[in-house]
């Protein structure tokens, strides 16, 4: 069946009853040279929500290793099998960089940088979208799930099912599928769109997003479609709002321990024990909204709104995608506003923003989410925003102001936030002093409410509500161990 000259000579590879494919594998090959192995979580939330999922439960995870080349044979990390892709350096150029980084992400975010297209990056997109079908086709058992995830891959699920008819298939995108004004400038937008198509169930963030796509399958394939199923030929695609979440009890946990809660308070100290911390945790990247958010913030020092001696803003931003021209010059220009912020307001041992590209493991960011007064989550799009339901999350004591963006899919959940629209400069400031100012009893009863929220629906309940649409049987469930 394997027909890709990349994967001709790769070894047998085992089945499983449950595949999970998605561009990247949550472990660093590179940091297992005696064969012990480590989760990698990397600052993504696709990771972040499917790593605590997964680990212990008997399925596969398909994805690229990280490194271009040959696929490394990876060990089984906690209990689940690590298949890898190869991706050639073209495919890593032209599919991860080019038309999955440069054309689709830029597209699906409001087109707040302009997309590019390219022919050449498509046939790379069909062309590892064909070799992840293929390695998919491989480890599945007779009869299992395959469970495609995100934007990198929106053509497996038709692929996968030319090759393994068999197969329960499921989709999930992560990011915002945008409206119809704005897929319509794709030029191959109706081969995306029967990519996925090939799934028995399409889930998405939002309902307006299963909205946008049963309106362009409508318009663009001439096919009947609610935003709820499409008929495509003989079959019935079931499509629907799936909000995807955190391992809530896991972060309050962490949270709640004794050397955390200590680490906080050490961490604030060392910031020199200020009256209010604003804490900003982003990948870097022009989604985010960092520049919108410095700027809000150098406006409310400049008037004299915010003191540099009472308050400082952590801003960590994790460099992201580094080789792609719009996120250098991204970086370039962040790196740039906070040395102006800083040399204009800050004095000696008093920086005004305190900025961090490091990675953190999750002990230090659970400290940090505990250190911080207010969490500045302000994206001018973003899927969902995990990031945002990790303070939630965080905040055992029901402390803490989240100063969130209505453009965020977190928004439709957290409605106790303090919500503002990115783009609006004095909605902003507005905001960010609302937050700084608030009410401690009206604070503790926001955030006890989203705890609430959050404590029910969290990942397990997302991947039990997901997999139970994909097929009604109780048994699927029973693959994961959602309870
Ligand atoms: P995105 O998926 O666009 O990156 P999310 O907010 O949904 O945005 O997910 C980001 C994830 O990455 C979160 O789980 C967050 O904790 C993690 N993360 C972000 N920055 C860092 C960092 N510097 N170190 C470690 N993890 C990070
Ligand atoms: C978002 C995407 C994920 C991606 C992550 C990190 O969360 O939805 O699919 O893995 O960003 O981006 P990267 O390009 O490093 O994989």
Redesign the pocket.
Known sequence: MVVSPLLIGMPEMRQSSLVVVA??LPIDDSVAPDGACEWRR?P????SALHPLLRHTPATWVGWAGRTGPAPTLPDVDGVRMQSVPLSTEDFRDHYEGFA?ATLWPLYHDAVEQPEYHRRWWEAYQRVNQRFAEVAAEVAEPGGVVWVQ?YHLQLVPALLRELRPDLRIGFFL??PFPPPELFMQLPRRAELLRGMLGADLIGFQRAQAAHNFAQLVAKVLELPATDRQIAVDDREVRVGAFPVSIDTAEMAALAARPEVAERARRLRQDLGGPEHVILSVD?MDYTKGIEQRLKAYSELIAGGHVKVRDTVLVQVAMP??ERVGQYQILRERIEREVGRINGEFGRVGEPAIHYLTQPFDRAELAALYRMADVMAVTPLRD?MNLVAKEYVAARVDDTGALLLSEFAGAAAELSQAYQVNPHDLEGLKQGLLAALQADPADLSRRMRGMREHLHEHDIRAWARSYLSALDESESLTTRLRTD
């Not at 993504?44 to 990771?47: D, E």
């Open positions: 561009n990247r990397s993504g939330g696709l990771v980084n995100d992560h990011v990948r992201s995608r899927g």
